[in-house]
């Protein structure tokens, strides 16, 4: 069974950094698509960031790039986010994801992703 645990979230003031990471278990992740995905108070879901081990391919939503950079530890079964330059806008629970994905169209989209952490909250202040 395919186990997700999410931390590193936390209150930062605007312009901070925080790094959260996803520790995965219950099987080998080596052609998964590991993802970050977010959740801010009345809205939908929606994708951050993704990497795909197997082609050591990295994806990010244009709200983040140039500011996040997600990275992934096979030895660990971990993936990381690193965000810096955080901006108010980016408070939201901060949820991690994974199956087993390759097309880059699939990797974006929430409802393609079968296994999911709990989440973790960053609260950017101003």
């Known amino acids: 069974q395919v186990q997700l645990v999410e931390s590193g979230g936390g209150l930062v003031q605007a312009g901070g950094s925080l790094r959260l990471s996803c520790a995965a278990s219950?099987?080998?992740?080596?052609?998964?698509?590991m993802a970050w995905f977010r959740q801010a108070p009345g809205k939908e879901r929606e994708f951050v960031a993704a990497i795909n081990w197997g082609r050591a391919s990295t994806y990010y939503a244009d709200s983040v790039k140039g500011r996040f950079t997600i990275s992934g530890d096979n030895a660990r079964n971990t993936v990381y986010l690193q965000m810096n330059s955080l901006k108010p806008e980016d408070t939201a629970v901060y949820y991690c994801?994974?199956?087993?994905?390759?097309?880059?169209?699939?990797?974006?989209?929430?409802?393609?992703?079968?296994?999911w952490g709990q989440g973790t909250q960053v609260t950017v202040s101003s």
């Open positions: 994801a994974a199956d087993h994905l390759t097309a880059p169209v699939r990797i974006r989209v929430t409802d393609e992703y079968d296994y």
């Open positions: 219950g099987r080998t992740f080596s052609n998964y698509a």
